[in-house]
């Protein structure tokens, strides 16, 4: 007799956490949970239609949340908890908790304020609250009659004497019969529209019938084998599963809420098993394709080395040694480069590309904007035409001859590297014998798009190798749960002589003296940028607003060259005036925030950003890190608009704080959450049922021992775990 008003009040429950795409990495036709046991009661195929109340209508919008079996409904996991075990008495409740309470209807009335509402006030003998509609109808209403006993379920808000639930969920409780408490917390599941919370749990309800004994002999196998189990002391898998859907009356809230129940852990512990899996196969694969081994590069890689101004750092020579072992197989390197901002990845880069021309083979060098793209074929052609390689320059921007000559160098083998955007991948580009693929400062690159890029540059049946330079470093924790893929190299030191950046954040009410400092900067020869941000997602906007600002600096610093760089202008323009500033030609640059990734220009040594307030703090870094790259002592002033909200500060703080790119990620994931900072298209593919890359950072370091201990003991469990947490769609294959 739970009769609550569920129907009316479902849609309000529902959880927005729609699970997204989810795009497994497992290829198509790799597991068939059919062919793995004859048994027909095996929860990975048994279809969610064998249970009450799922037809075919319901069957068909329980796949828009990948539901299909009755494991699916199983690791259909709740996204929170609500407590409606107990009833509280009105008297001690307090504004913001949800509560259970029950009393009596003292009187119903409408009322028409601002908005029409129902007012009912209900009392139980220890106090008093208030509900409040502002949907309702008639019958509803009429059902309000004094004396009427009641239970609800709500958030109460408002002071101690007037505390008012909001359309609470409520029932009528006819006669003097006491309706009966709910025996658990009451989980609340991702849902979507038309699968109402009271169906997922009636479903879950029904799944975990089917579980078997708490010893794991039921019809749900667990993959991870019992040594692995005792050996990280997890709670066993039906238990686990039992406790997260029905936690009892007791559970520890707050442990829950925090997804630290051992439960939940023993949980999100085997998901991020199934993710790093599922990357290691993608690594494993790469494995067995082949590549073509480069040798020969050495006499090259040298004379470059010795043409340079400074002398690699240690670990600019260590990460280029691992390189260089890797272009030396016969399998694809599938390596990332990860190094704060100025540990002069580029150089490492340049060497890579070294190894290939001089083993005969092509490079392509793809860049995320136009604008640093640009500069790296500035960089590249400084470097490497003295040695007798061409460099070519492709981007989607380029027009007429130059891009048909481009083009025609490229696929005549002419042009030893190839330099730009991702324009560089499309169909009309054609590589004469392309052996290595770079991308620099992508971390919104995913592992569906690196695979892509490696196919698309498949020559025969050898695939060029890959070298991935990340713009935001990560602990190694992390990284090797996102990038598992990929081996890592860290450049761990930054050039000699550097100073971290002075930053220094000041309000916008003190522009005045800001300006000054530039007048003062540049009068002693430094060179400074000024950079424009905006929340407008539009170019047009942002432009408009950075057109302003140099015409007002202009203005005020008349004895200044004041230039102008934004997304709008043409790739000559930008071009030119980059060149310009760099050679000096200029003193100070006002940008947007296309400066944001890899400008590199020793000289300028002040930087303004206006607003930081609007930007991530890994952004807000890398764009810092367009300072500080010569010998001088270089600043950089946060120019915020007052009053700031308690995050924008503690986001400032943290950047005047600290220098070290990696400390400034993880402070940033916790403040926005690793999908803000890793971007979309790394994260989009790891939507996670339970775990969290954050919160259980701890876990992540046992997740690679886990892992190569399941492949020793049990190689047969890998394919179906992962199936188990990845899902059914599975999309990626070998392109
Ligand atoms: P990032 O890692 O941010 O891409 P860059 O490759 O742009 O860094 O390098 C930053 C600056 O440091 C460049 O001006 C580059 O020429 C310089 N640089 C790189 N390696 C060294 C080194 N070993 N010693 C001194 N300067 C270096
Ligand atoms: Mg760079």
């Known amino acids: 007799m739970r009769s609550w008003s569920w129907e009316a009040v479902s849609s309000r429950l529902q959880n927005t956490l729609t699970p997204g795409s989810c795009a497994p990495l497992l290829p198509a036709g790799e597991y068939k949970p059919e062919t793995l046991s004859q048994a027909s009661d095996n929860l990975d195929t048994l279809p969610v239609t064998v249970l009450k109340g799922v037809g075919p209508r319901i069957a068909a919008r329980l796949q828009r949340l990948n539901i299909r079996t009755l494991q699916d409904v199983l690791f259909h996991l709740p996204a929170r908890y609500e407590d409606r075990t107990r009833v509280t008495p009105m008297g001690a409740v307090q504004s913001g908790q949800q509560v259970v309470v029950?009393?009596?209807?003292?009187?119903a009335e409408v009322r028409f304020g601002r908005r029409r509402s129902l007012l009912v006030r209900i009392s139980d003998g220890s106090g008093a609250l208030t509900l409040r509609f502002f949907h309702f109808n008639a019958a509803q209403q009429a059902g309000f009659t004094r004396g009427t006993a009641i239970r609800c379920y709500g958030e109460a808000r408002g002071s101690a004497g007037s505390l008012e639930l909001i359309h609470p969920?409520?029932?009528?409780?006819?006669?003097?019969?006491?309706?009966?408490?709910?025996?658990h917390l009451t989980p609340v599941y991702p849902a979507t529209e038309g699968v109402h919370q009271l169906?997922?749990?009636?479903?879950?309800?029904?799944?975990?019938?089917?579980?078997?004994?708490?010893?794991?002999?039921?019809?749900?196998?667990?993959?991870?084998?019992?040594?692995?189990?005792?050996?990280?002391?997890?709670?066993?898998?039906?238990?686990?599963?039992r406790y997260v859907h029905r936690p009892p009356p007791n559970a520890p809230l707050e442990l829950l809420a925090a997804g630290r129940h051992p439960a939940q852990q023993r949980l999100?512990?085997?998901?991020?098993?199934?993710?790093?899996?599922?990357?290691?196969?993608?690594?494993?694969?790469?494995?067995?394709?082949?590549?073509?081994?480069?040798?020969?590069?050495?006499?090259?890689?040298?004379?470059?080395?010795?043409?340079?101004?400074?002398?690699?750092?240690?670990?600019?020579?260590?990460?280029?040694?691992?390189?260089?072992?890797?272009?030396?197989?016969?399998?694809?390197?599938?390596?990332?480069?990860?190094?704060?901002?100025?540990?002069?990845?580029?150089?490492?880069?340049a060497c890579a590309a070294l190894l290939a021309a001089g083993a005969g083979y092509q490079v392509a060098l793809m860049a995320p904007t136009e604008l640093l793209a640009e500069q790296h074929y500035r960089s590249f052609s400084d470097w490497l035409s003295p040695l007798g390689i061409d460099v070519a320059w492709h981007a989607g921007k380029s027009k007429g001859k130059a891009r048909a000559a481009a083009l025609q160098a490229i696929s005549s083998g002419e042009a030893a590297v190839a330099v730009g955007t991702h324009a560089l991948f499309q169909e009309e580009v054609e590589f004469s014998r392309l052996g290595?693929?770079?991308?620099?400062?992508?971390?919104?690159?995913?592992?569906?798009?690196?695979?892509?890029?490696?196919?698309?540059?498949?020559?025969?049946?050898?695939?060029?190798?890959?070298?991935?330079?990340?713009?935001?470093?990560?602990?190694?924790?992390?990284?090797?749960?996102?990038y598992a893929d990929l081996d890592t190299s860290v450049i761990d030191e930054l050039p000699p002589g550097r100073q971290p950046v002075k930053t220094v954040a000041v309000s916008q009410e003190r522009r005045e003296e800001v300006i000054h400092s530039v007048r003062k900067a540049c009068a002693a020869g430094q060179?400074?940028?000024?950079?424009?941000?905006?929340?407008?997602?539009?170019?047009?906007?942002?432009?408009?607003?950075?057109?302003?600002?140099?015409?007002?600096?202009?203005?005020?610093?008349?004895?200044?060259?004041?230039?102008?760089?934004?997304?709008?202008?043409?790739?000559?323009?930008?071009?030119?005036?980059?060149?310009?500033?760099?050679?000096?030609?200029?003193?100070?640059?006002?940008?947007?925030?296309?400066?944001?990734?890899?400008v590199d220009v020793p000289n300028a040594s002040l930087m303004i950003i206006e607003n930081p307030e609007r930007l991530g703090l890994a952004q807000l870094h890398q764009l810092r890190g367009r300072v500080g790259r010569g010998a001088r002592q270089s600043s950089c002033v946060l120019l915020y608009q007052p009053p700031l909200s308690e995050t924008a500060r503690e986001r400032l703080a943290v950047?005047?704080?600290?220098?070290?790119?990696?400390?400034?990620?993880?402070?940033?994931?916790?403040?926005?959450?690793?999908?803000?900072?890793?971007?979309?298209?790394?994260?989009?593919?790891?939507?996670?049922?339970?775990?969290?890359?954050?919160?259980?950072?701890?876990?992540?370091?046992?997740?690679?021992?886990?892992a190569a201990q399941l492949m020793e003991?049990?190689?047969d469990n890998v394919a179906p775990l992962i199936h188990r947490w990845l899902g059914q769609a599975l999309d990626y294959g070998e392109v």
Not at 213 to 237: H, K, N, Y
Not at 292 to 302: E, K, M, N, V
Not at 560 to 581: C, D, I, N, P, Y
Not at 669 to 677: A, I, K, N
């Open 102 to 107: 029950q009393g009596e209807v003292d009187l």
């Open 169 to 183: 969920e409520y029932t009528l409780l006819p006669g003097a019969a006491a309706a009966v408490m709910e025996e």
């Open 199 to 241: 169906t997922l749990r009636a479903l879950t309800g029904q799944a975990l019938e089917y579980l078997g004994g708490e010893d794991g002999d039921g019809a749900l196998v667990d993959w991870l084998p019992d040594g692995l189990v005792r050996s990280f002391r997890l709670t066993s898998l039906p238990a686990a599963l």
């Open 268 to 349: 999100a512990f085997e998901e991020l098993l199934a993710h790093h899996l599922s990357l290691r196969r993608v690594r494993q694969r790469t494995q067995q394709l082949a590549a073509p081994a480069f040798s020969g590069g050495q006499a090259l890689l040298d004379r470059y080395t010795g043409s340079l101004p400074f002398k690699l750092t240690t670990a600019q020579q260590r990460v280029v040694g691992e390189i260089q072992r890797d272009l030396s197989r016969r399998h694809p390197m599938a390596r990332l480069v990860q190094g704060d901002v100025g540990s002069g990845k580029t150089v490492v880069a």
């Open 436 to 482: 290595l693929v770079i991308v620099d400062e992508q971390h919104r690159f995913g592992v569906h798009q690196r695979l892509a890029l490696r196919d698309k540059g498949r020559v025969h049946e050898q695939r060029p190798h890959q070298l991935v330079m990340t713009a935001t470093p990560i602990p190694r924790t992390l990284a090797m749960t996102v």
């Open 527 to 598: 060179q400074a940028y000024w950079v424009c941000t905006l929340i407008e997602e539009s170019d047009a906007l942002q432009c408009q607003a950075a057109e302003k600002t140099a015409a007002m600096l202009a203005e005020c610093l008349p004895e200044l060259r004041v230039g102008l760089v934004h997304g709008r202008l043409a790739a000559a323009q930008k071009e030119t005036l980059m060149a310009s500033f760099k050679g000096a030609g200029l003193d100070l640059l006002v940008a947007t925030t296309v400066i944001e990734v890899g």
């Open 655 to 706: 950047l005047r704080a600290s220098n070290d790119g990696f400390e400034i990620a993880r402070r940033d994931m916790q403040l926005r959450g690793p999908g803000e900072v890793l971007g979309t298209r790394q994260t989009g593919e790891m939507q996670f049922h339970i775990a969290d890359l954050l919160r259980d950072e701890s876990l992540l370091t046992f997740v690679e021992a886990a």
């Open 713 to 715: 003991l049990a190689p």
